[in-house]
């Protein structure tokens, strides 16, 4: 079984940046299309990005797009999404995932994820 934790999270002012990491275990990391989701309140949990298993391909939310950058590094089976110019809309807790399958954007195929890192984005 993966088990992710993510970790990064925190209070920032709108304007501001956040890196969040993920980090895997075992030594398969390598094979997984990683995913980055946020979920607010009462509202559906999003895919905001997501990277294949050896970064070629990458998918940014247009919500996102331009603002944030997912990358990762497979020597330290960590996955990273650097959140810049951080608004309001952005609070939410992100959540870190893996699936075993093509680059995908639903949650629904990602079977393995992490606790979860609140990211709150003050005004």
């Known amino acids: 079984q993966v088990q992710l934790v993510e970790s990064g999270g925190g209070l920032v002012q709108a304007g501001g940046s956040l890196r969040l990491s993920c980090a895997a275990s075992?030594?398969?990391?390598?094979?997984?299309?990683m995913g980055w989701f946020r979920q607010a309140p009462g509202e559906e949990r999003e895919c905001v990005s997501a990277i294949s298993s050896i970064g070629g391909r990458t998918y940014y939310a247009d919500s996102v797009k331009g603002r944030f950058t997912i990358s990762r590094d497979n020597a330290k089976n960590t996955v990273y999404l650097q959140m810049n110019s951080l608004k309001p809309e952005d609070t939410a807790v992100y959540y870190c995932?893996?699936?075993?399958?093509?680059?995908?954007?639903?949650?629904?195929?990602?079977?393995?994820w992490g606790q979860g890192t609140q990211v709150t984005v003050s005004s």
């Open positions: 995932a893996a699936s075993s399958n093509w680059i995908r954007t639903g949650s629904q195929y990602y079977p393995y």
């Open positions: 075992g030594r398969t990391f390598s094979s997984y299309t």
